[in-house]
């Protein structure tokens, strides 16, 4: 019997591991000859001239990027629209990776050549000081108590917390909304801490999840109420499945994206944050806002640069 | 010492979750393992053939697996509504009663078989025999394999931090985002584990005492 009830539950196990993972697919349409793309229309995409004669006297990572080479740069894999790796090519495409491009490209290095590295947000100053990515491009915010361990170049783009929803619950309309709900995020992300230190919802309500994307399938399978994090996370995921997921739209936190990078190199951070008041300035930041979460329908946001 | 005292609401609820889960496993899996190491050696052969192939699946499963089983298959069957922690504690009794069901056996099959068989003759029935004259002996033989198994369900607990479970192993995910240096921070919780370690081997040594006999 027990052999038997095991056996059953390993097939449903396996079944439910493959479905998610076609469904992940399916939720990624890829423009006819941009498969490459995931979540992003190739086609709309703009170029960046590579720089040349580019020489940071002084910075010691930009001494490492010359002699590697190439850029190896952390992102995430697994926030549509912004960073996002396509399970069957192995490439990353989102607002974030074109930024981290956008980067590259200003620095002088070809930015096809970048080495996208998954790095978790547990992990990120970690990463960042041991050197084993050169910057840092996913959802990262800038805190002052992060500013004591990287440096941030940036803010690129601003957003801000909110919940994501089924599309039939009108229960929730906002983060008082929220008691008796049970509602779910990143384990120890900054808005699971919020909905903790708050008291948004009771205590035994808080779900917590390695990944965003567990979260979104506990919500489809109604054994969650909502998702909490930053807007233009939340974006991606409603835009894949806008059937049966909707986006409140009542932030209640302002979260400024930057780029992290090594503590103290200065040198570095000031050209970084020339290249983004650049592309700011000449449009090549809508551009890469339109073809990636502008095609959520929500509008762009210009963000301030805070140089430091 | 600064990352622990301006964190201490993390560190002292997330260690006793830990100690909590730790515990109820503990005891899931001890007797859940024993029961297992009676089917193991019962004269029933469906009985052993059941024993064997739980051990077989479950002991050769990644824990990291039978959790997601718990948490996001099992759900999907629509049986019985398990909470995140429970069904952290069903996972971790899962996996570590099959180890435990081992250790058991390998006692048992250190009690001579003469006493069963003296048992037998006095008129004993077989669970007069296993739960009087074998079992006793056989768990008191094999206190430091049974300790070291549960200290490795110990440090097991902490993968429960990724299935929605607020414990130790989760503390450096938090200390992350309030930018906290997560080195420091992971000592701490080191320490902490030492601590619980150390009292689960002072246990094994007291017990050892306390049991050894004379052959």
Redesign the interface.
């Given at each position: 019997m027990r052999i038997r009830t095991l056996a059953v539950g390993l097939l449903v196990g396996g079944l439910t591991l493959t479905t998610m993972t076609a469904c992940g697919k399916e939720g990624t349409p890829a423009t006819p000859g941009s498969g490459d793309q995931s979540g992003t229309n190739a086609a709309a995409l703009p170029t960046y001239p590579v720089a040349t004669g580019v020489d940071l006297a002084g910075s010691p990572v930009f001494a490492k990027m010359k002699s590697a080479g190439a850029l190896t740069v952390g992102a995430k894999d697994d926030q549509p629209g912004l960073g996002q790796k396509d399970p069957t090519t192995g490439k990353f495409g989102g607002f974030d990776i074109e930024i981290a491009k956008l980067v590259s490209a200003g620095l002088g290095f070809d930015p096809e050549k970048i080495t996208f590295r998954t790095v978790d947000s547990g992990a990120r100053e970690q990463t960042i000081a041991n050197g084993d990515v050169n910057y840092y491009v996913g959802t990262y915010s800038i805190t002052d108590k992060r500013k004591a361990l990287v440096s941030f170049a940036g803010p690129y783009f601003v957003a801000g917390q909110d919940l994501l929803v089924r599309k039939d619950d009108t229960s929730i309309t906002g983060k008082d909304a929220l008691k008796g709900k049970k509602v779910c995020s990143v384990t120890g992300s900054t808005p699971i801490q919020k909905v903790r230190s708050d008291n948004l919802t009771e205590a035994g309500n808080i779900v917590e999840f390695q990944k965003y994307s567990q979260c979104v399938e506990k919500l489809l399978s109604k054994d969650i109420d909502a998702v909490t994090t930053d807007d233009a996370i939340l974006k991606g995921y409603a835009a894949q499945d806008p059937d049966n997921l909707k986006v409140v739209g009542q932030t209640f936190s302002t979260e400024k994206y930057g780029i992290g990078l090594n503590k103290d190199d200065k040198v570095l951070r000031d050209k970084v944050n020339e290249i983004l008041q650049k592309s700011l300035d000449d449009g090549t930041w809508d551009k890469i806002y339109a073809a990636t979460l502008g095609k959520s329908g929500s509008p762009a946001k210009k963000p301030t640069l805070e140089k430091y | 010492m600064d990352v622990l005292l301006n964190n201490l609401d993390l560190f002292g609820p997330f260690f006793l979750r830990t100690i909590e889960l730790f515990v109820l496993s503990a005891v899931g899996s001890l007797i859940w393992g024993t029961i297992l190491a009676m089917l193991r050696v019962s004269p029933v052969p469906v009985f052993r053939a059941?024993g064997t192939?739980?051990v077989t699946?479950a002991r050769n499963t990644p824990l990291t697996?039978v959790f997601?089983?718990f948490v996001?298959?099992?759900?999907?069957?629509d049986i019985v509504k398990v909470?995140?922690f429970p069904a952290a504690v069903i996972a971790l009794t899962v996996y570590t009663s099959a180890f435990i069901c081992e250790v058991v056996r390998s006692g048992i099959n250190t009690v001579p078989v003469g006493q069963a068989e003296a048992g037998r003759a006095l008129g004993l029935t077989f669970n007069q025999i296993l739960g009087q004259v074998v079992l006793p002996q056989a768990l008191r033989s094999v206190v430091p394999p049974l300790i070291s198994t549960l200290i490795a369900l110990l440090k097991n607990t902490t993968i429960a931090?990724?299935?929605?479970v607020?414990e130790a192993g989760?503390?450096?995910?938090?200390?992350?985002?309030?930018?906290?240096?997560?080195?420091v921070g992971l000592l701490w919780v080191a320490l902490g584990f030492i601590i619980l370690v150390t009292v689960l081997s002072f246990v094994q040594r007291s017990l050892e005492k306390r049991w050894s006999v004379a052959r």
């Open positions: - | 059941i192939a739980y699946i697996l997601a089983f996001f298959a099992y759900p999907l069957l909470d995140y931090a990724g299935f929605s607020a989760a503390i450096r995910s938090y200390l992350s985002e309030r930018g906290d240096n997560q080195l």
